[in-house]
Structure formats: structure tokens, C-alpha cells
């Protein structure tokens, strides 16, 4: 199994308070993404990095922020958590040698904001 | 952009059925594409995947055909088993999308013993 670790693996916070997630891998792949998975929407990218300080908006990233300070390191934080946040979030990552990679997941954190 | 759409379900199947989960998808560039399963309470993993036209992806009884003229990615099973119960995620990756993994919503599957 690829070496990634998702914490924690499970949350539960209050509306309004800020929520770190961490994604560590110890793979050396320069591309790490954050998705989260809802019932009928399969899984949704939030933010992504392809390297070192270098991150993207995905398609759900409002409400989101992302840092990457360490290849093996990315960290997702919910400034305000709103029960629409209340998801399973996935880390996913991928490396490149100039064509499309299949990504390798974590186990996923369950969040419940209430 | 780039997009994929799979079938909806959940679909039901006895046994020894034969499988077919239908994906479509939409991308500029030369697109890899995925096929994964998700088993309850564990993060995804590859299924099989194909990286250019005409090539069949295949794994534990699976296949999938990368069909650029009708721009598909269907799963197909033989005789499924009822350790095949889980959710199925189409998937594609392009240089043109910056490499990311855009997700089909997700096809849950019940096999009956």
C-alpha cells in the first residue's frame, strides 16, 4: 500500500470553529490532492498541489484553504466549519513522468460539524 | 473542462450475473482513464485503467475498453461474486487538466448470494 496517512480519522466539531486536516505521505510524489465524497456526488476536488507551496482551487474549494510547506505534508483547513462541511474527505496522491498517473488514497476522515 | 459520467444506481445482481457499469467522459488532450473500487469504510483504489485508445484495461475478472470514438469506459464483469459488493468510480487523468483525477459520481453494487 502507498504510504499515506490521513488525521484524524474521525471529528466532530462545532459550527464556526477552524478545522485542520493532515495528509502525510511518505511516497516523494509531487502531486496531493483533497477531495471530499457526499452521497450522489461521488467525489469533488477541493484543492490540489503539484509541489512545494504550489496549490490550485478544485471545483468545492470555497471555504477551504490548503498549505504545503514539505513535499510529504498537505493540510487542509476549514476556517469556519458549516454543517454543509459535514463530509468523508479523502487525500489522494500521484506522481508524474509526463503522463497521467493513477492516484493512490488515503483512508479518509470521517468530519461531522454540528 | 473535463468530466466523466457514469451510470446511476445501485445496481442489484445475483451471483454469477453478468456486470456491465456504463462511463462516458468528456476531455481535451489525450486523457488516461481509471476505474475504481471504493469497499465499505476504506479509502478508493485502482480497479484497472487504460492510458490510449483501444486499450483494455483488466483485473480480478474486470475489463474496461477505452473506446475513443464513443469517448466510453464501460466496466464489464463476467460472473460477479458477492465480494464484489462495493461502490464503482469511473475516472480519467490529462496533461490538459494538470494531471488531476476528475471523478464520476459512483455506482454502488449489490450482489446477492
Known amino acids: 500500500d502507498a504510504g499515506i496517512t490521513q488525521s484524524p480519522r474521525h471529528k466532530v466539531t462545532e459550527t464556526g470553529t477552524p478545522v485542520t486536516l493532515r495528509c502525510h505521505q511518505t511516497e516523494n510524489h509531487r502531486y496531493m490532492y483533497w477531495y471530499r465524497q457526499d452521497p450522489g456526488h461521488g467525489l469533488r476536488l477541493i484543492h490540489y498541489?503539484?509541489?512545494?507551496?504550489?496549490?490550485d482551487k478544485g471545483e468545492v474549494s470555497d471555504g477551504y484553504s490548503v498549505s504545503r510547506s514539505k513535499t510529504e505534508d498537505f493540510l487542509l483547513t476549514l476556517e469556519s466549519a458549516t454543517s454543509s462541511q459535514t463530509s468523508v474527505y479523502f487525500c489522494?496522491?500521484?506522481?508524474?513522468?509526463?503522463?497521467?498517473?493513477?492516484?493512490?488514497f488515503g483512508q479518509g476522515t470521517r468530519l461531522t460539524v454540528v | 473542462g473535463n468530466s466523466v459520467t457514469q451510470m446511476e444506481g445501485p445496481v442489484t445482481l445475483s451471483e454469477e450475473a453478468f456486470l456491465t457499469i456504463n462511463c462516458t467522459y468528456t476531455?481535451?488532450?489525450?486523457?488516461?482513464l481509471f476505474w475504481y473500487v471504493q469497499y465499505p469504510g476504506e479509502g478508493l483504489q485502482l480497479l484497472l485503467k487504460?492510458?490510449?485508445?483501444?486499450d483494455k484495461g483488466s483485473n480480478k475478472g474486470f475489463e474496461a475498453t477505452y473506446r475513443k470514438e464513443t469517448t466510453s469506459f464501460h466496466l464489464e464483469k463476467g460472473s460477479v461474486q458477492v465480494s464484489d459488493s462495493a461502490v464503482y468510480f469511473c475516472?480519467?487523468?490529462?496533461?490538459?487538466?494538470?494531471?488531476?483525477?476528475?471523478f464520476g459520481a459512483g455506482t454502488r453494487l449489490f450482489v446477492k448470494a
Open positions: 475516472a480519467l487523468s490529462a496533461n490538459t487538466g494538470g494531471f488531476k483525477t476528475i
Open positions: 498541489s503539484y509541489g512545494v507551496k504550489d496549490t
Open positions: 487504460a492510458t490510449k485508445a483501444d
Open positions: 489522494a496522491i500521484s506522481d508524474s513522468t509526463g503522463e497521467p498517473t493513477e492516484a493512490f
Open positions: 476531455a481535451t488532450g489525450y486523457p488516461s
